[in-house]
């Protein structure tokens, strides 16, 4: 049985995967989740990886080879039956170990992950995500954010800003992905997506019939390196 989270109404909560990938998105409902507690120990897959910069992709081979201990052989299976459930459905699942994301330096309009914004795509697809260890992605729901270019103030500096024709100050705002980012209201529900729990976002793209979900990367208040499933 699928209910409505009492927290927002734009969150459906659900019990399963095939729930999670059937359920259609419709009406305010952008965002699916299907919330899980997960046994095994993810900071110990964390610390098996050393690199320098900001992130590391690992790959399956990678993850399959890690000398473990029981709990740590338990949370890589749990990632594992994550990755073949979505590459079975026809996803390309990437696992990261993330410290940081490069931010962007835009003097007043920056369009890094950090930024709330939207996903977009020219075929139909929804935005998978687990965040098995670290800090949690934040959701906002749609009435609760304002899309930035709309916001005189910045829309005028983005006006300032351009240097082409007039009539194509609305492509310049889509091809520098400008469109994609929000800001949040006074007051607004900021939503964690919860650890552990896999989510199922609407994306914009052409045949989507609800508005696309609202969402950024958190920033890494915790201080621990976020082990982080996205498709």
């Given at each position: 049985m699928t209910d409505i989270l009492s927290n927002s109404s734009n969150l459906l909560h659900v019990s399963n995967f095939q729930e999670l990938i059937s359920t259609h998105f419709q009406g305010t409902t952008n965002a699916i989740s299907w919330s899980r507690e997960l046994k095994g120990d993810f900071e110990e897959i964390v610390n098996a990886f050393h690199f320098e910069g900001t992130m590391m992709e690992i790959d399956e081979e990678d993850l399959i080879e890690l000398e473990l201990s029981e709990a740590g052989r338990v949370a890589r299976e749990t990632?594992?039956?994550?990755?073949?459930?979505l590459s079975e459905l026809g996803a390309s699942p990437v696992l990261n170990i993330i410290s940081n994301y490069e931010a962007d330096e835009h003097p007043f309009f920056p369009t890094d992950v950090y930024s709330f914004h939207v996903d977009r795509s020219p075929i139909a697809t929804d935005t998978f995500l687990c965040t098995y260890y670290g800090d949690a992605s934040e959701l906002i729901p749609n009435e609760d954010a304002i899309q930035k270019i709309q916001?005189?103030?910045?829309?005028?500096?983005l006006v300032q800003t351009y240097t082409g024709e007039e009539a194509d100050f609305e492509a310049y705002l889509r091809e520098n992905f400008f469109d994609l980012h929000y800001q949040a209201l006074d007051d607004s529900k900021i939503i964690k997506a919860e650890i552990s729990h896999l989510w199922r976002l609407a994306v914009d793209h052409p045949k989507s019939?609800?508005?696309?979900?609202?969402?950024r990367a958190p920033r890494e208040e915790s201080g621990k390196k976020r082990l982080l499933m996205i498709c």
């Open positions: 990632i594992l039956s994550d990755f073949k459930l916001i005189p103030e910045i829309r005028e500096k019939k609800v508005l696309p979900c609202v969402h």
